[in-house]
């Protein structure tokens, strides 16, 4: 309340460490024991209670605007779980009354009743883990559901008055040909969702799927075509009145992107509950223990189950700012940046984008530096070489 | 900073006293021996029967102090410790121990251990006999008119055969073998005799005059960051203390010594070293290029009157050139090898610099091992990274107008029209095998356009074929190839004796169509079409894949003679990123960054220093 300078809301993240099962490329934190669940619920609760007045976020007190409960699969929790972890945030912290309330949901773990009543405890978006609709692909990636039930799912979250719809798909699967990705975003979009995630499958070190490609278990699909569903998807999506903002997202107008997402990618605040969160403020991480175990029993001696802390240097702090800003359409604010390290991105940066435009990678106008359709193609090379002994 | 272990500081000072007019009681030797016949491991032995060291401090090989000596299990600095031995006959002697390395590629560092001796202890590995190495050290150790005791080490082995090595000693070496003590240094065997030996057979330094002006010999140097460099000598007369002004005789430069003392391990303060002794010299020897190897030390005030003969200048036999990968680089390099010539008399350096490159040192070194071990040594020691280009030898290019030139630098290579002859050195190769082996040293040095001299038979069935042998084409793999071929038996030793006329071209390298001057290559033209395709497939191996296509040619003048392309990847994209992603992601670009300082850009190419490095490693297909 007594607190002038709070500029910008904050968001937080909850996330739900279970899964029914663990898909062989998902790299996420969570575990299939479910006997955990309500000692995590009271740890969970626990740490928005102490938290509220300490650590981290305890020189600035933030208002709210978004709360994403996230995992994981926060679907294994019921309406009245989900209706308690909500109260309690509401209770800890200063959540605005149009904040965002996001859950995610995996098809095949909700009933109708459950949904209605996440709608019913305040949750005003729902995002659901489609991935796919056809079964082949489904089985590969080792999803538990059928392309049955995400159509179901669909139907359901919108019968439970869920106006605000996200749908997640994965492309570049092994087997599958640019007609039959178009198939699966021509069945997404006949749903008229509002907001769709369009992720191409990557192969993350440590995942079982990670280990199978190593060992020749499968052959990954082809580099050049995935490539081209990449483009595929932009323009398609486009086509269909959904425009993207950042490399994997997509929404139907400005006001449907995901407003907690964002604040990943535009250094906002936000505080992370729950194991493996991370929390960010300023130039301040930290994040909390990837273990349901080491988090509990953390909470239950009255500390706080971080794991790590980092305070970032100023170099770190642009090497950031660049990463996250490229990856949205937007691309980086050249004034905000400057304003915000007291520098001048042309000085830093320029030598080292010039080449990068002349070969239509990256586009500079006004205020805005950002990629290009092909340039995003090659993220990581360009952030790579942007940020490469960054004199500042 | 030195841990201060010695028995000196128990009560005996070693300058005190009778000892210092007792140069009768003073020993200095060297171990020498061909590679692995077990020098270091004796070394270990003689140095715990004389209790220096705690058994806690101890570890094995403790005179390769080097990491670089430690992973490779090869001595390649010659080391000194003094070691206090009371004999049988009742009196305390101080031993003078150098072990040296076996690796011809060091055998200058063995040549000015010797001259600091009067004595040697010849090794023969019981199992492997007389090796080449062991001829061409006996020959040193003769040159300098040292007295010999050849001892026979590694009995203990089921294959030792030491009635034949008897007789290798005998016939091979021309030395007694009678007096051979037989030894395991592993065991602990025949110690005793080597120490009585060294005392009873080996003389005592000539009595130089103690009282005569100061004349020490610099044999070795190294720099320590703290006290300035520490010059390692012998004093041939006079004496030298703390407090004497000495002066280096080669430039005149003059100190005030801080500290003498003797080596034991660690570096042992005394009050005054005098003629006879080994050890060292602190005087806060800041200007690193005022202490030369080689150079006589005497005092300011009371000079002698000549300087003492020092020593040969080495032949490098390859040339490289060295850079520094990063842009900000040549100023630490300068320093570094400054320092690093200090304790590596054998390196020779000079001014270069590359298109692609920058500014570096073309370098000369006494064979690639010693290469490796400099450019090791200087990354570890100095924390630099570096790139090398491909070792070159010496060529003699005849011009049309009649000139000459000797060329080891590709970068230097005249036009071709303008060249007449080229002319490349050939070495006389001595190579010692057991002869079942004769047929695949015969095709392997015919394989190196090799011409087969000679053979003659030494004891049994034991072969010593003489080739000669352009030397490029052994400075590659040639000992690693003979080793194999050999399984495990050959060695060998050479001599350059002329140059020849050979069909030499340069080979060069260009990616995306830009030359790259530092992969450059002079080789036979036989040779010219595999060595551009390795190094091209090399390069192509070694370079990530980037947005674009990278395309590596190898190219001599004009005409390309091979190929290989990069692919580019065509999508380099993270799909998620999301607030538990980033700080993974910045590691990430940290780690790359750091990295990128290894590399070097080449047009649009990012190279990594690994691929300039992957083109000079020889093929072990
Ligand atoms: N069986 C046996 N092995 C030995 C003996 N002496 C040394 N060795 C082994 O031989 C190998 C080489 O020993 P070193 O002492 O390093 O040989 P070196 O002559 O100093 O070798 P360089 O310095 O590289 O020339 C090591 O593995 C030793 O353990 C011995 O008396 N018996
Ligand atoms: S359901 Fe989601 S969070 Fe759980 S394992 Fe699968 S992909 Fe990962
Ligand atoms: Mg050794």
Same mark, same amino acid.
């Given at each position: 309340m007594e607190n002038p300078c709070q500029a910008e809301p904050a968001g937080i993240y909850v996330h739900i460490p279970f899964c029914v099962w663990k898909c062989p490329y998902c790299d996420f934190y969570s575990i299939?024991?479910?006997?955990?669940k309500e000692a995590f619920l009271g740890a969970l609760l626990d740490e928005m209670q102490i938290g509220k007045e300490t650590?981290?976020?305890? $020189?600035t007190r933030f208002s709210y605007d978004t709360l994403y409960i996230g995992g994981g699969t926060p679907s294994v929790l019921d309406a009245e779980q989900i209706s308690r972890i909500i109260e309690a945030a509401c209770r800890s912290f200063q959540i605005l009354s149009d904040a965002e309330i996001t859950i995610e949901v995996n098809p095949g773990t909700v009933t109708p009743e459950q949904l209605r009543g996440y709608r019913h405890a305040g949750v005003n978006r729902i995002n659901i883990g489609v991935q796919s609709f056809q079964d082949a692909n489904l089985k590969f990636l080792g999803r538990i559901h059928s392309a049955q039930n995400a159509h179901l799912a669909i139907r359901q979250a919108r019968d439970a008055g869920f106006e605000n719809l996200g749908l997640d798909l994965i492309y570049g699967i092994p087997g599958q040909s640019e007609k039959s990705w178009l198939a699966d975003l021509h069945r997404a979009v006949a749903y008229r969702p509002e907001h769709l995630s369009c992720y191409m499958l990557t192969f993350e070190s440590g995942t079982q799927m990670d280990d199978d490609r190593k060992k020749g278990r499968f052959c990954p699909a082809d580099e050049a075509l995935t490539a081209r569903l990449f483009e595929t998807t932009i323009s398609f999506l486009e086509d269909h009145g959904y425009a993207q903002y950042e490399i994997s997202n997509f929404a139907r107008s400005v006001s449907k992107r995901s407003r907690h997402n964002q604040k990943y990618w535009t250094d906002a605040p936000y505080r992370g509950l729950g194991p493996s969160a991370h929390s960010f403020a300023e130039a301040r991480r930290c994040w909390n223990f990837r273990s349901v175990k080491k988090y509990v029993e953390t909470l239950s001696t009255g $500390?706080?189950?971080?794991?790590e802390k980092e305070t970032l240097t100023r170099e770190q702090r642009i090497l950031e700012t660049i990463y996250t800003g490229l990856r949205k359409t937007y691309g980086i604010d050249i004034d905000k940046f400057n304003k915000k390290f007291s520098t001048n991105f042309e000085e830093i940066l320029g030598e080292r984008i010039m080449p990068l435009e002349e070969k239509g990678l990256i586009q500079r106008s006004q205020n805005r530096c950002f990629l290009s359709r092909r340039g995003m193609l090659f993220f990581d090379s360009i952030v790579s070489i942007l940020v490469q002994e960054c004199k500042n | 900073m030195i841990p201060q272990n010695s028995f000196f500081e128990a009560g005996r000072e070693c300058s005190s006293g009778d000892f210092e007019l007792n140069m009768k009681n003073i020993r200095n030797f060297s171990i020498i021996a061909h590679i692995d016949h077990g020098k270091s491991t004796l070394a270990d032995r003689l140095i715990q029967a004389t209790d220096i060291i705690s058994d806690r401090d101890f570890h094995d090989q403790i005179l390769d102090s080097m990491d670089i000596e430690r992973e490779r299990g090869i001595t390649i600095k010659s080391q000194t410790v003094c070691l206090p031995y009371t004999a049988k006959d009742g009196q305390t002697y101080f031993l003078n121990l150098i072990d040296t390395p076996g690796h011809v590629d060091f055998s200058y560092e063995v040549s000015r251990a010797l001259a600091s001796c009067e004595g040697a202890l010849l090794l023969v590995d019981a199992s492997q006999g007389v090796e080449a190495q062991t001829l061409a050290n006996l020959y040193l150790a003769l040159e300098h008119d040292l007295e010999i005791i050849p001892v026979i080490n590694k009995i203990d082995l089921p294959s030792a055969d030491i009635e034949r090595v008897r007789k290798q000693i005998e016939? @091979?070496?021309?030395? @007694?073998?009678?007096?051979a003590i037989l030894a395991s240094a592993k065991d602990g065997i025949g110690i005793e005799d080597v120490l009585e030996g060294i005392v009873n057979r080996l003389p005592p330094p000539l009595s130089g005059d103690a009282e005569a002006p100061l004349k020490a010999l610099i044999f070795d140097s190294h720099y320590d960051p703290f006290r300035g460099t520490i010059v390692h000598l012998r004093v041939s007369q006079g004496k030298i203390k703390a407090g004497d002004v000495i002066s280096?005789?080669? /430039? /005149?430069?003059s100190y005030k010594v801080e500290e003498v003392g003797i080596f034991q391990i660690v570096r042992v303060p005394a009050k005054s070293l005098s003629a006879g002794q080994v050890g060292y010299m602190i005087a806060g020897i800041k200007t690193v290029s005022d202490t030369r190897c080689g150079d006589t030390i005497t005092l300011k005030k009371q000079p002698c009157d000549s300087p003492m003969s020092g020593f040969k200048e080495t032949k490098p036999v390859v040339f490289s050139s060295i850079y520094p990968v990063?842009? @900000?680089g040549y100023e630490d390099l300068v320093i570094a090898l400054e320092k690093l010539k200090l304790n590596d008399a054998s390196l020779i350096y000079e001014k270069d610099s590359s298109a692609a490159l920058g500014f570096g040192f073309r370098c000369g070194f006494l064979g690639l091992l010693h290469l490796e071990v400099v450019q090791e040594r200087l990354e570890r020691e100095y924390d630099l990274s570096l790139i090398l280009t491909a070792p070159s030898v010496q060529y003699e290019i005849i011009m049309n107008d009649g000139s000459s030139e000797i060329i080891d630098n590709p970068a230097l290579y005249p036009d071709p029209t303008r060249i007449q002859t080229t002319k490349e050195p050939f070495i006389r190769a001595a190579i010692i095998i057991p002869d079942r082996y004769m047929g695949a040293v015969m095709s392997l040095c015919l394989e190196r356009r090799g011409i087969n001299k000679n053979y003659q038979y030494l004891t049994n069935n034991r072969l010593e074929m003489i080739f000669e042998i352009p030397l490029a084409e052994v400075v590659y793999d040639f000992y690693d190839r003979l080793k194999s071929v050999t399984q495990g038996y050959g060695s060998f030793d050479y001599d350059i004796i002329d140059y020849r006329e050979t069909d030499l071209v340069k080979t060069d390298i260009l990616i995306n169509g830009e030359r790259v001057d530092a992969l450059s290559q002079l080789v036979h033209r036989d040779r010219s079409v595999e060595r551009a395709r390795l190094a091209c497939e090399r390069l192509r191996d070694e370079i990530p894949r980037q947005m674009f296509k990278i395309a590596i040619q190898g190219a001599i003048g004009a005409k390309i003679i091979a190929r290989k392309t990069v692919s580019p990847f065509r999508k380099d994209v993270t799909a998620k990123c999301y607030g538990g992603d980033i700080s993974r992601k910045r590691k990430l670009l940290e780690k790359q960054k750091k990295g990128k300082k290894r590399m070097k850009m080449v047009g649009q190419v990012m190279i990594p220093q690994a691929a300039f490095l992957s083109v000079l490693k020889t093929d072990n297909s």
């Open positions: 299939t024991d479910m006997s955990l650590g981290f976020f305890q $020189k $500390k706080l189950p971080i794991e | 016939d @091979d070496l021309g030395l @007694d073998s009678e007096t280096f005789m080669s /430039n /005149n430069a990063a842009s @900000d």
